[in-house]
């Protein structure tokens, strides 16, 4: 059974870097599409990055795009997202998410929360 675990996760002030993995322990992730998502405080849901490993390609949310970066350890089937110069409207609870490719989530993580003060 997948069951996939984020880390990672604290509190920084802004500016601030964090790293973020995610594994599904004792197995390789479950799909060659691997999306991070969050929900901020009072928001839904939204995704963040996503990563195509088969096709070599990664997207990103505007909000996010060129402070993040999602990659895969693919010796040690660990997803990552990097995450720099933090600002406060990131904050939120942080899930990995395994998917269809070009389709729709299978399996989520648990999330791991992310704060950033100003």
């Known amino acids: 059974q997948v069951q996939l675990a984020e880390s990672g996760g604290g509190s920084v002030q802004a500016g601030g870097s964090l790293r973020l993995s995610c594994i599904d322990p004792?197995?390789?992730?479950?799909?060659?599409?691997m999306d991070w998502f969050r929900q901020r405080p009072g928001k839904e849901r939204e995704g963040v990055a996503g990563?195509?490993?088969?096709?070599?390609?990664?997207s990103y949310a505007d909000s996010v795009q060129g402070r993040f970066t999602i990659s895969k350890d693919n010796r040690r089937e660990i997803l990552y997202l990097q995450m720099n110069a933090l600002e406060p409207e990131d904050t939120g609870m942080y899930y990995c998410?395994?998917?269809?490719?070009?389709?729709?989530?299978?399996?989520w993580g648990q999330g791991t929360q992310v704060n950033v003060s100003s």
């Open positions: 998410a395994a998917r269809v490719c070009g389709g729709r989530v299978l399996y």
């Open positions: 004792g197995y390789t992730l479950p799909s060659e599409c």
């Open positions: 990563i195509n490993l088969s096709a070599g390609r990664t």
